[in-house]
Antibody, heavy 120, light 110 residues
Framework: EVQLVESGGGLVQPGGSLKLSCAASGFNFSVSAIHWVRQASGKGLEWVGRIRSKANSYVTAYAASVKGRFTISRDDSKNTAYLQMNSLKSEDTALYYC???????????WGKGTTVTVSS | QSALTQPPSASGSPGQSVTISCTGTSSDVGGYNYVSWYQQHPGKAPKLMIYEVTKRPSGVPDRFSGSKSGNTASLTVSGLQAEDEADYYCSSYAGSNNLVFGTGTKVTVL
């Protein structure tokens, strides 16, 4: 079965850090671009960032709202992508999804998400 | 990158059709045929319904169809059913391998 499973969410204080994981199975993870998308409670989807495959030099890109604070990485030997979040703010509170992006810009596999709450 | 504009809500009776618009710019929707649509039921992850403007993934009913004209894409749900009640989001490639989502539309089946 093709799937993505996020983990690592939790409660963190403002200014703190958290690292999310995205474990893949059922497909060739190493050739796939992985994106992170978040959704605050009752709000819409917000693209966070992405990491391309080794063939595309693991190039990353980020939304302006997280650039300089979040870092996406991957370990193809573990079929896992990561989202390192530093200097967290209350507005980063959301459900974080990882998703597979296909070549023509659509996301066909989504995890169930992991919740991040930034609060004192 | 600004979010694509969708109407906050849309509704129709069972069996009727509803169309949701998604308006962007020439840098996203208008510049590429890479618009996709996602359905999200409460408490669930988004599900791909349409990709590359008009294509349906396997398993998506043919009641769902997509189109595009200029900087505006549209999703039409024909023959509305109760299970179609959900939030719908459009998304578009926006250059440099970046993506932008729409603001979302809540579809209500009356």
């Amino acid at each position: 079965e093709v799937q993505l499973v996020e983990s690592g969410g939790g409660l963190v204080q403002p200014g703190g850090s958290l690292k999310l994981s995205c474990a893949a199975s059922g497909f060739n993870f190493s050739v796939s671009a992985i994106h992170w998308v978040r959704q605050a409670s009752g709000k819409g989807l917000e693209w966070v960032g992405r990491i391309r495959s080794k063939a595309n030099s693991y190039v990353t890109a980020y939304a302006a709202s997280v650039k300089g604070r979040f870092t996406i990485s991957r370990d193809d030997s573990k079929n896992t992508a990561y989202l390192q979040m530093n200097s967290l703010k209350s507005e980063d509170t959301a459900l974080y999804y990882c998703t597979r992006l296909r070549a023509t810009g659509y996301m066909d596999v989504w995890g169930k998400g992991t919740t991040v709450t930034v609060s004192s | 990158q600004s979010a694509l504009t969708q109407p906050p809500s849309a509704s129709g009776s069972p069996g009727q059709s509803v169309t949701i618009s998604c308006t962007g710019t020439s840098s996203d929707v208008g510049g590429y045929n890479y618009v996709s649509w996602y359905q999200q039921h409460p408490g669930k992850a988004p599900k791909l319904m349409i990709y590359e403007v008009t294509k349906r993934p396997s398993g998506v009913p043919d009641r769902f169809s997509g189109s595009k004209s200029g900087n505006t894409a549209s999703l039409t749900v024909s023959g509305l059913q109760a299970e179609d009640e959900a939030d719908y989001y459009c998304s578009s490639y926006a250059g440099s391998n970046n993506l932008v989502f729409g603001t979302g539309t809540k579809v209500t089946v009356l």
